[in-house]
Structure formats: C-alpha cells, structure tokens
C-alpha cells in the first residue's frame, strides 16, 4: 500500500507542477528552483489529509529530495516514531526556511525528543539548523502545553547566546520565539523583560534587531 501511495504523490505533484511558481518560490521563499514543482501548499495539505499518519511513506518521501514531497512528508510523519536521528538527519537535508519552518510546526514540536534539539541546532553554524533551534523554540511556546514555564526560561540563554549572528533568517526567528513566549508564558515575562533589556543596549545591530520588536508587546502584556 505505501508503494502504491507513493506512485500515487508522485504522479500528483508532477501532475500539477507550474514551472512559474516554482520560480516565484525559489524567489519569495529560498526554495531551490530543481527541487521544486510550485504546487499550492493547500493542495499538498488535502493529498497530507487524504493519506493521515504513515510514517514509513514520509521516509520514503523524504529521501526524493523534493519540496513538496518533504512538505508531505512533515504533514504525514508520526511524532511517536520521529526519532532524534530522524530529526537531526530532516533538519540538515532541509535546504529551505519554508520547509526547517513546516518540520518545526507540524512535526518537530511534538516529537517526544523535542526539547533536546534546541541546544545543539543554535550551536551549528548551518543556517537552517541555526534557524531550526529557533522556530522550534518558537513552535513550542505556541503548540507545547504540557511544558513548564522554566523550560522556556532556560531556552533564553539560547537567544541571549547566540542574538549576535547577523542572518536575517536566525534573528527573526529568535523575534518570533520571544514574541510567542510572551504572548503564551506570562510567568516568563521578566525573564524575557531582562534579556531583551540587555539586547537592545548592544553595540550589535544584530541584536538589537531581535530585542527591539519586543519592548512594546512586553509593555503591553
């Protein structure tokens, strides 16, 4: 049955591809061009929703290198079988933001490993691993009810650590994370409170620019 689904995804996809908007999301969302078809992520959602929980057909999906299929793939996948291997091997295949953004949101933050990649994606100097630890950071402050509030506390250390690496894509996630928990973990506010305080007093723009954004939702909360 997984054979024939997989067939079945692949003739779909190559069936829809637009060669247009293949272009346009290399351009809008980094998207290698060879990797992918330009199919709607709404229509990869329905084939995701049409097939439910098969995580040996995600593998298989994954291993095709394509966009779509890796959407797929993350949509598909079971949290319970997403192993560290899985989520480490994923995580550096991922030649995208659009894609390191969907593992993290659909599958990632609720692998029963989730907590323990934050620290050793921040330490590697790949960007979409870089980025990874911190849309992870940020899909848990949204997704992960059942964490206590001092994990996030600990987490800061992350974004205090590493607020200095100029790339767009790592301090806007690092934005994201702390505007999440914010808005999610009001026990955490004076953590947070403290370390954008620091951020924002920095001689380095690059963290300043992940401090800033948050000084009014804090005085908001």
């Not at 990869?44 to 995580?55: C, E, F, S, V, Y």
């Not at 969907?102 to 960007?127: G, I, K, V």
């Not at 607020?163 to 999440?180: E, G």
């Amino acid at each position: 049955m997984t054979t024939d689904r997989f067939a079945e995804i692949q003739r779909e996809l190559t069936s829809r591809a637009d060669p247009e908007a293949a272009r346009a999301q290399e351009k809008n969302y980094g998207i290698p061009a060879d990797h992918v078809y330009g199919v709607p992520m709404r229509e990869m959602k329905k084939l995701a929703a049409d097939i439910g929980t098969d995580h040996a057909l995600a593998e298989r999906l994954w291993d095709t290198g394509n966009y779509e299929s890796r959407t797929i793939a993350a949509f598909i996948a079971d949290p319970v079988e997403t192993s560290i291997d899985v989520m480490d091997r994923w995580c550096r295949d991922s030649d995208s933001w659009a894609l390191v953004d969907t593992l993290c949101f659909r599958l990632f933050d609720r692998a029963p490993e989730r907590w323990s990649r934050l620290e050793p994606w921040a330490q590697d100097d790949e960007l979409y691993v870089k980025r990874a630890a911190f849309a992870l950071l940020w899909a848990l402050a949204l997704h992960d009810k059942d964490a206590d509030d001092h994990q996030f506390v600990d987490a800061l250390a992350l974004v205090r650590e590493h607020a200095d690496d100029d790339r767009h894509l790592v301090t806007k996630a690092q934005t994201m994370a702390l505007r999440a928990i914010v808005s999610k973990r009001p026990a955490a506010i004076p953590a947070v409170s403290d370390l954008v305080a620091d951020l924002v007093e920095s001689p380095s723009a690059a963290r300043r620019r992940v401090g800033r954004p948050i000084l009014k939702l804090i005085a908001d909360a």
